[in-house]
């Protein structure tokens, strides 16, 4: 069985192309179009080709982990295609993957801490071959040839690796030309020469490409309380990369000071007014609230101002059962679950907005405002939805009046703001646009900023956008008789156009 983390360690060899690429030392060409990290990704689709079996006992399964670790998008028949293109039979051992020629030429640096293992970063690219090679074929079940494959191929890297003499070879499994699986296999190929100059990266990229990096830095959730918790810094910075919202970002610095005085002045005695730490988040569908909402409970959890930090979301519907006495009961659970953190009811103001018949959401509210008093120690709420609609709910109760006294307006978008959503989008999933494209898209989203319905949704008519782009793109590609990483990763006009 593979306990690994195949996903996180294809991440952190793209990350170590990444980091090769911007070595000013680096001998990876300055103006090669393709990028190393689209260069290693080519290369470990190569690999699964060799590796894929049709006839394997999953082969969903199987295309489903390529795109997955891979970051991309393909099917079934443009795979098969790949192969029949691309993995030729008579080049399978003449050819290491070019990506390893740099990581090899990288590892004459002095070696250092950044891998798991210890070793050098072409070691960690041939185990991690080795490890997500040993994944794909145990969804199709490890027949003799997969076996064989896959051994004799990790084999040619290593033999290659060792040919350079690199300070730090493996310290793997694979030593000896010994491939150690799960299940227990074990298969020798005998010694293989390879290639000692493999050819260079091919030119594949339109000119002007600009690659995704949307795995270096992004953000995990983390449970609060895990070791791998961010700082208040680093959630800081996290809430001020996001898009736009200057205001937004500002009043929650503001906030965040006031916490931060008033621990100070309490931890010295000193008396310290209170502070209302709940929130209205105002303003239209799409705007960041929730995302900003989740990074609070973290940074209010950092400032100890709960003591877990989770994030509850719920609406109406999560609180309001159709009987009476039934609410009271459903609402107190969901506060029980956010205790330590923060409570997002979305679309608060349905809560009282009924004007007709047995309407149960006062009870709800009833029941909420009693314990934000008793619990006030260690329960936040933000209350969100449509400006208007908020101030006629929180309007609607002296109780909800007095306890939720700072309202954080979240503006719409601009078009500015909206290309650059549409383009994180594009490097978080290693796509990019030709120029065409890049031109469209941001004339498409000014005028959308401009002439949109009662009904526009902001970040989410991106998402909606990019998605549609995406679809697009691979109804276009699955028809291309040659495939690669760029046209893998390129929207064109086509693509984008509406």
């Known amino acids: 069985m593979v306990t690994k983390d195949i996903g996180n360690m294809i991440n952190r060899c793209l990350d170590y192309a990444d980091d090769i690429s911007r070595n000013?030392?680096?001998?990876?060409?300055?103006?090669?179009?393709?990028?190393?990290?689209?260069?290693?990704?080519?290369d470990m689709l190569t690999f699964f080709g060799y590796l894929y079996d049709p006839d394997s006992e999953d082969t969903e399964a199987q295309i489903n982990f390529i795109n997955k670790n891979l970051g991309i998008i393909i099917t079934p028949t443009n795979f098969q295609r790949f192969i029949n293109d691309r993995c030729r039979p008579e080049d399978f051992l003449r050819n290491v993957p070019q990506?390893?020629?740099?990581?090899?030429?990288?590892?004459?640096?002095?070696?250092d801490e950044r891998t798991a293992y210890g070793m050098s970063l072409s070691?960690?690219?041939?185990?991690?071959?080795?490890?997500?090679?040993v994944a794909f074929i145990a969804y199709g079940g490890i027949s003799d040839r997969e076996a064989d494959t896959l051994s004799k191929y990790i084999n040619m890297m290593n033999n290659y690796i060792k040919g350079f003499n690199v300070t730090g070879t493996p310290k793997s499994s694979?030593?000896?030309?010994?491939?150690?699986?799960?299940?227990?296999?074990?298969?020798?190929?005998?010694?293989?020469t390879p290639p000692v100059?493999?050819?260079?990266?091919?030119n594949q990229e339109p000119a002007g490409f600009q690659p995704g990096t949307g795995v270096r830095g992004r953000a995990a959730d983390v449970a609060p309380g895990s070791p791998k918790e961010k700082s208040l810094d680093e959630l800081m910075d996290e809430l001020n990369s996001l898009v736009g919202l200057e205001k937004v970002k500002t009043n929650l610095s503001s906030l965040v000071n006031l916490i931060k005085v008033k621990t100070m002045r309490d931890k010295l005695g000193l008396n310290t007014p209170?502070?209302?730490?709940?929130?209205?988040?105002?303003?239209?569908?799409?705007?960041?609230?929730?995302?900003?909402?989740?990074?609070?409970?973290?940074?209010?959890?950092q400032l100890g101002a709960v003591s877990r930090g989770q994030l509850i979301e719920v609406d109406r519907a999560g609180l309001v059962e159709g009987y009476v006495g039934q609410t009271a009961i459903k609402?107190?659970?969901v506060i029980d679950s956010a205790m330590g953190g923060v409570l997002f009811i979305d679309e608060a103001y349905t809560l009282t907005s009924q004007k007709e018949g047995e309407d149960f959401g006062q009870e709800a509210v009833d029941t909420l405002l009693k314990r934000m008093e008793d619990n006030r120690d260690d329960l936040i709420v933000i209350v969100a939805g449509y400006t208007k609609e908020m101030e006629d709910f929180i309007n609607s109760n002296p109780g909800l009046k007095s306890r939720f006294n700072k309202f954080i307006e979240f503006p719409d978008y601009t078009g500015a703001e909206m290309y650059k959503i549409f383009t994180d989008m594009c490097d978080a999933h290693d796509y990019g646009l030709d120029a065409e494209a890049d031109a469209y898209v941001k004339d498409y989203f000014l005028d959308l900023s401009l002439n949109h319905g009662d009904n526009f949704a902001n970040g989410r008519e991106?998402?909606?956008?990019?998605?549609?782009?995406?679809?697009?793109q691979a109804g276009r590609v699955v028809n291309e008789p040659l495939l690669d990483a760029s046209s893998l990763t390129t929207f064109k006009l086509v693509d984008v156009k509406e």
Do not use: C, Q, W
């Not at 070691?123 to 090679?133: E, P, Q, V, W």
């Open 24 to 42: 000013p030392a680096s001998k990876y060409p300055v103006n090669a179009r393709m990028s190393l990290r689209n260069l290693l990704k080519d």
């Open 99 to 111: 990506s390893l020629m740099y990581f090899v030429a990288d590892d004459s640096s002095p070696v």
């Open 123 to 133: 070691g960690y690219l041939s185990t991690t071959f080795n490890d997500a090679g």
């Open 174 to 192: 694979n030593t000896g030309g010994k491939i150690s699986f799960g299940s227990g296999i074990n298969r020798n190929p005998g010694n293989y």
């Open 197 to 202: 100059n493999p050819a260079p990266p091919v």
């Open 274 to 301: 209170d502070i209302s730490l709940h929130l209205v988040f105002s303003g239209n569908p799409g705007t960041g609230k929730t995302t900003v909402a989740r990074l609070l409970a973290r940074i209010y959890h």
């Open 331 to 333: 609402t107190s659970e």
């Open 462 to 472: 991106v998402r909606n956008y990019f998605e549609r782009t995406v679809e697009r």
